[in-house]
């Protein structure tokens, strides 16, 4: 279990301040724009950075004071870091042989051959998209327990982010017990991946819902100036002012549906969630 | 540990053209000088090239995802202490045949007999370049780093020059060096291993503590 506790991280202006928890067995994603502190969230959990105040534990330990014997049940996807560029995947097969005794060679040179990455060409020279399988398969590579991504997916076409999908499902799958943290620009992926999801905006945390709960109860209603005058905004989550009246997000679908059947009610997504909670008024 | 060392050894190996050059090199020098320059040119370099993977580790922003493998930040530097004494004995032992081969060449054995203290002792002189670089290059970075070595090396020179001003006319230093001939070159040799290794140590602790306190 992962748990960060009144964690609070400040650079200049931005301030990081938020609380989550990561049982066993769990998919979780975190949503949020741009600089809104998802990445700080991930390097507070792998103990990169020091928390100006709060606690963040994995398995009740200080994620600070992991010693190596447990950072081998973590395996770690970051978006902007990896191996030397200098590195090939075979120097990095040899690497994580002496690195894990629990790495799974035969998985990760079959893995790297159907994802099309060679095993003799320096990373330097591998595309984007390339280095981002390559992350990915790299911290699955050793039956970690609980797999940290950030932006694991980016920079990936549709096939390869499938592949990978489907790669972190069969991962899931094989132990119960296993969890992973993600973050992700494509709600897509976490639509079909999350069982929870936490929305970070300017450093808090301002929604965390299931992803079915998501799917089911959230929802856009379009509304005309009229309409909204009389609209009940008990369960009326924000509002966003559009050419055609107003966009109110919904935590309660169905209550809207049935009190004001002439209502255009749009399913609201991830995408929605983000958009309409950090974005309107 | 083992696997960054494995890291550490494959990143240098990368330098493949680097390492061919300075062996051709050093060959042409071990065979055409006399003296064992040839040794402490090849320990320098491989202590260089060995402190220089902590520059690769760094590139790209790479530190954040190694520090995310399953080992302490202590245990990173004591990897980079010892990857880079592995490597300068490594290199001084194939300094030393070079050296070895050419003085059997000129038919120069005596050369041998008495520079095997200057050889032995060239490893741990040649070590406190390392104990000297991995501090500043956790600390500053590699491109700030060399910026810091330069104005430290600009101190010592300072340094030793003040006091060659200051002994001028004194005869403390001809006393020294009176009371140092008399001394056996294995006590020299003991007190010299010592005195790098006791700075070698202050170094990793310090280096330690700074890689406790970064943040990726």
């Known amino acids: 279990m992962v748990k960060l506790d009144n964690l609070v991280k400040t650079y200049g202006d931005f301030r990081l301040d938020l609380s989550l928890e990561i049982p066993d067995g769990t998919v979780t994603g975190i949503v949020g724009k741009n600089g809104a502190g998802k990445s700080t969230t991930i390097k507070a959990i792998l103990g990169l950075i020091r928390p100006d105040a709060g606690r963040v534990t994995i398995n009740g330990k200080d994620a600070m004071k992991l010693t190596g014997a447990e950072k081998k049940s973590i395996g770690a996807a970051l978006s902007d870091s990896g191996f030397s560029a200098y590195l090939r995947i075979r120097d990095i097969i040899c690497i994580l042989r002496k690195t894990y005794p629990t790495f799974d060679e035969a998985f990760f040179r079959d893995c790297c051959s159907a994802q099309g990455l060679p095993l003799d060409k320096q990373i330097k020279d591998f595309s984007t998209g390339m280095r981002a399988k390559l992350r990915v398969l790299i911290a699955l590579s050793h039956g970690a327990e609980l797999l940290i991504m950030d932006e694991p997916t980016a920079g990936l076409d549709v096939e390869a982010r499938n592949d990978i999908l489907d790669l972190l499902r069969q991962y899931l799958t094989e132990n119960d017990r296993r969890s992973i943290l993600l973050t992700s620009h494509i709600s897509s992926d976490l639509e079909s991946l999350c069982d929870d999801i936490y929305l970070i905006h300017d450093g808090k945390i301002v929604l965390h819902e299931d992803t079915d709960t998501i799917l089911s109860h959230y929802a856009i209603l379009k509304v005309d100036e009229d309409t909204y005058e009389t609209l009940d905004k008990s369960y009326i989550l924000s509002t966003k002012k559009e050419p055609f009246g107003y966009a109110c997000f919904t935590n309660e679908k169905q209550f809207y549906a049935e009190n004001y059947p002439g209502i255009v009610i749009a399913s609201g997504g991830i995408d929605d969630l983000i958009l309409m909670m950090t974005g309107g008024n | ?216």
Request: glycine share 6%; net charge neutral.
């Open chain 2, 1 to 216: 540990m083992l696997g960054l060392l494995e890291k550490d050894l494959r990143l240098t190996l990368t330098r493949k053209q680097t390492l061919v050059i300075f062996f051709v090199l050093a060959l042409i020098m071990g065979m055409s000088m006399d003296g064992s320059f040839i040794v402490a040119y090849l320990t320098m370099l491989a202590t260089i090239l060995a402190v220089g993977t902590i520059s690769y580790d760094e590139f790209d922003n790479g530190f954040a995802f190694l520090m995310t493998l399953p080992f302490s930040r202590k245990t990173y530097v004591t990897e980079k202490y010892l990857f880079s004494l592995l490597l300068a004995a490594a290199a001084w032992c194939v300094g030393a045949i070079l050296f070895c081969i050419g003085s059997g060449i000129r038919h120069d054995a005596a050369s041998l007999t008495d520079e095997l203290p200057m050889l032995l002792a060239i490893l741990p002189v040649m070590y406190l370049t390392a104990a000297i670089m991995i501090p500043l290059q956790l600390k500053y970075g590699a491109e700030k780093s060399r910026i810091v070595l330069l104005i430290f090396f600009g101190v010592i020179a300072i340094l030793v020059f003040g006091s060659k001003r200051i002994f001028e006319g004194s005869n403390a230093l001809a006393e020294l060096t009176k009371a140092l001939e008399g001394t056996s070159s294995a006590v020299v040799l003991l007190a010299l291993v010592a005195g790098c290794a006791l700075i070698t140590f202050v170094s990793y602790l310090w280096s330690a503590r700074i890689m406790e306190k970064k943040e990726f």
